[in-house]
């Protein structure tokens, strides 16, 4: 069945039966490359029935249909003609793991961060109202996705809107883990409502005895079935901002589910259709642990193991830091949005209940609330990705910085993270961070400066951002020394042989005719390093110190920046190269920059290695390094170059 769908056409004629036995065959396709190529699982394997159904009722592209997050799409990918790249899904050159307009015209919206889906189809049917079309809106989201202050946001301004919009609330009642809040526990009230699906029942099996349904006749239904609602399920919220609600109904019932779709359809204004999936659904080891497969690396089907067992890393030491620190300091408390195992969070949870807080995909609160927290003379902790800490730019300036609190902001999965690509990417923390007056920024070298940076954060009473990546440390270089942290120092990790200096030491180098030459002095190169590149420099100037008196530095802190140190430094080798897992722009090539021309630093040659200014597309980290130019190999040979010793 699946080899015959090369688009959603070929599924609309297809029978119930036909339906059901495509889905059992996507069901296993994912489960076989998610398990070879890592990826999303259990989101994709509950929503199989309801893509089906969605591109039975719906015509993409001229039908939009927004999918909140996005990683729930590899059903839509494979029905929209995408089956065979599947299989190189999230890898370099393959497709990507979330929607991307570039890739299909069906995927009308790029998505990736949470809690987008209802304003992007709200505008989309603002902008079809406009020009006179009449083409169907439609987001669909999570349960865990609503949490989001934007969702929120975009329901209140939609309901209002009496537009054509449908809302398709995927409620499976977990979002990375089990879904919190208030919401969820509305939500809880109508997942039991079974009185309120008979009603729902009741109102369809009249709708589809009916061919061709009025407009009056369908209002008249609305109206009978608000009346009802309002009896059996107490401040119906859906209702009252304007929507009109539609279920629960079972999600994994297309018969169901495209009945409900049509529905819809001949309902006019703002519709919210509430739809009951399981996460994992038909792979039951996913079932039993929807969370270890929200995002999972390569696994045994069998199983359910990891094909490669878990290195630790710095998510990992961060929390374990974190519980160590808490134990002598009942001050500290941890706040996550959504991602306790993401962040290293877990057993902080199990060993500090009260003080943890896991407060839904809501980055925006989490600051703020921290901020708050924070007045109060507590001492909070908030991991959040970096992407994600795009979303509370202004909390972190506006409520934490202004204030001057302590708060310790904690950007996991800073840099290139790899396959899950541009919306993923932490290259640009550092820029938008180093804006914020009063902000320390730190990054670690390893495991165990990040503990220090902790601890010595914990102490510090001022706005802290530690900056780590995804994943562990460069197996290739052990430091040895961990020197103390001091505020705004920098760590000076080699030192040029200043004996040396002052020998004519001649090497030999091999030009491309074959003859030696003869060199006297050798060159000398500061290079300058923050966060996981300082082991890649050390490594270079390990291969490049018997041609190059190296000096390498750690940053350790991009704001407040040991101007003293790096001017000394810069003074002495006059070349300089920087070297950082962010973007060119506005992070520490530019502040050494900056320094330079500010001390007006004469007859200094700098190069900076960092990320270009556009977003980075998916692939493996080394990958992309080598792509960008941050590997080993290309910085060397540039180097060399510099110093015509290629
Ligand atoms: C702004 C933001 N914060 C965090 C995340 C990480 N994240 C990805 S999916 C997800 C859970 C989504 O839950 P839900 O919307 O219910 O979808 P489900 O996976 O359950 O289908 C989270 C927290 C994100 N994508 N965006």
Same mark, same amino acid.
């Given at each position: 069945m699946l080899e015959q769908i090369n688009s959603p056409n070929d599924l609309k004629n297809l029978t119930l039966k036909q339906k059901e036995e495509l889905a059992q065959e996507i069901r296993n396709y994912i489960l076989e490359i998610v398990s070879e190529n890592g990826g999303h699982l259990s989101s994709n394997l509950g929503v199989v029935e309801l893509t089906i159904a969605l591109h039975s009722v719906f015509n993409v592209p001229e039908d939009k249909i927004v999918w909140d997050?996005?990683?729930?799409t590899y059903v839509h990918k494979i029905l929209t003609g995408r089956r065979e790249e599947l299989k190189n899904?999230?890898?370099?050159?393959?497709?990507?793991?979330f929607p991307k307009t570039k890739e299909s015209e069906t995927d009308c919206f790029n998505t990736g961060h949470s809690s987008t889906s209802v304003s992007a189809a709200l505008g989309m049917a603002r902008a079809r109202d406009l020009q006179g079309k009449n083409n169907a809106c439609i987001a669909v989201i999570g349960d865990g996705a609503l949490t989001g202050g934007m969702a929120l946001e975009a329901l209140n301004d939609a309901g209002f809107s009496k537009t054509n919009i449908t809302v398709i609330?995927?409620?499976?009642?977990?979002? +990375?883990s089990k879904n919190i809040g208030g919401m969820n526990q509305f939500l809880d009230k109508l997942r039991t409502k079974k009185l309120y699906t008979r009603t729902n029942k009741l109102i369809k099996n009249r709708l589809n005895s009916i061919p061709v349904i009025g407009t009056k006749m369908v209002r008249i239904i609305q109206r009978v079935k608000r009346a009802f609602k309002q009896l059996l399920v107490h401040g119906m919220f859906f209702e009252d901002i304007g929507f009109t609600y539609l279920g629960?109904?079972?999600?994994?019932n297309i018969e169901k589910l495209e009945s409900i779709l049509r529905l819809s359809n001949q309902i006019e204004g703002p519709k919210i259709i509430h739809v009951l999936t399981k996460k994992g659904k038909g792979y039951t080891i996913a079932e039993k642990n929807p969370d270890r497969f929200h995002a999972t690396s390569p696994f045994n089907i069998e199983t359910g193991e990891p094909k490669k067992q878990k290195q630790d890393d710095y998510s990992k030491i961060f929390g374990k830091k974190l519980v160590e620190l808490a134990k002598n300091n009942e001050k500290i408390v941890a706040i996550t949005a959504s991602m306790k195992d993401g962040t290293g969070l877990r057993t902080f949870q199990k060993e500090f209940p009260k003080r943890? $807080?896991? +407060?839904?995909?809501a980055e925006q609160h989490a600051i703020t609330m921290a901020a708050g927290m924070a007045k109060e003379g507590m001492i909070p902790v908030v991991p959040i990705y970096s992407s994600f800490y795009q979303r509370a730019y202004d909390q972190v300036i506006h409520d934490v910085a202004m204030q001057n609190l302590h708060v310790i902001m904690c950007v996991d999965r800073a840099g290139v993270v790899g396959a899950d690509g541009e919306t993923h990417q932490g290259t640009l923390d550092m820029a938008f961070f180093r804006l914020v007056p009063n902000l320390v920024i730190m990054s670690p070298k390893d495991f165990r400066e990040l503990e220090d940076m902790l601890e010595y954060a914990v102490k510090l009473n001022k706005p802290i951002v530690i900056r780590y990546p995804r994943g562990g440390e460069d197996k290739k270089t052990k430091f040895e020394k961990h020197n103390k942290i001091k505020l705004g120092k920098a760590e000076i990790l080699k030192r040029i042989d200043e004996n040396l200096k002052f020998k004519n030491q001649i090497i030999e180098n091999q030009t491309k005719n074959g003859q030696m030459e003869k060199i006297k002095n050798k060159p000398k190169l500061s290079i300058i390093a923050i966060g996981k590149m300082v082991s890649r420099a050390m490594n270079i100037a390990e291969k490049i110190q018997d041609k190059i008196d190296v000096e390498v530095i750690n940053?350790?802190?991009?704001?407040? $920046?040991d101007n003293q140190t790096i001017i000394e430094c810069i003074q002495k080798t006059k070349n300089v190269v920087t070297i950082e897992d962010g973007t060119i722009i506005d992070g520490l090539g530019t502040t050494v920059k900056e320094l330079i021309s500010d001390n007006k630093l004469e007859g200094i040659k700098i190069e900076c290695f960092a990320y270009p200014d556009e977003f980075i597309k998916h692939g493996k980290v080394e990958e992309l390094e080598e792509i960008y130019g941050l590997d080993e190999n290309t910085i060397i040979s540039k180097i060399m170059s510099q110093f015509n010793l290629n």
């Open positions: 997050v996005g990683h729930q899904i999230r890898k370099l050159n393959g497709i990507a793991g609330l995927n409620d499976n009642e977990m979002s +990375i629960p109904v079972d999600g994994h943890f $807080f896991d +407060i839904g995909i940053a350790r802190f991009l704001k407040p $920046f």
